[in-house]
């Protein structure tokens, strides 16, 4: 059984997509860790098993719910190519927004299930401080933005 509880209004698709997102976030830490120093290495690592995490439980709360969790691509476009350290930085940071927004989604589409919501909520604070910190390593202004995952 999952932590979280399981009401018949889960959104579904709103979870499907932040699984997807965490599924894609979990691919772009293994292809930034080829462009970084090591000095960042405990850093990614540690955002990396972020949302390993976050996409287990998310797949748990899915088989709770009766759904199938969506598998994970094969690879993912980027926006850029990913070439050296600062372009794999501002992917990571492309990673934790598209994540923020997938949880923005579910956060909004799930006012029924305090549990499901506060999840979703700290998965998007959790995602918009890792943009943030990516930002401030690479120098990037402005360093957070004023709503995280909004459209």
Known sequence: MSPY???SQVPVGALQGALGAEHAAVWVYGVVGAFVPDAL????DEA???HQARRDATQRI???AGAAPVPPEPGYLTPEPVTDAASALRLAITAE???AAAWRSVVERSPA???LRGTALEALTDAAVRATRWRATVGATPLTVPFPGAP
């Open 5 to 7: 509880r399981v009401r």
């Open 62 to 64: 899915l088989i709770d």
């Open 48 to 50: 990396a098993t972020a």
């Open 97 to 99: 927004t598209d994540a």
């Open 113 to 115: 299930d305090a549990d």
């Open 41 to 44: 290495s405990r850093r990614l």
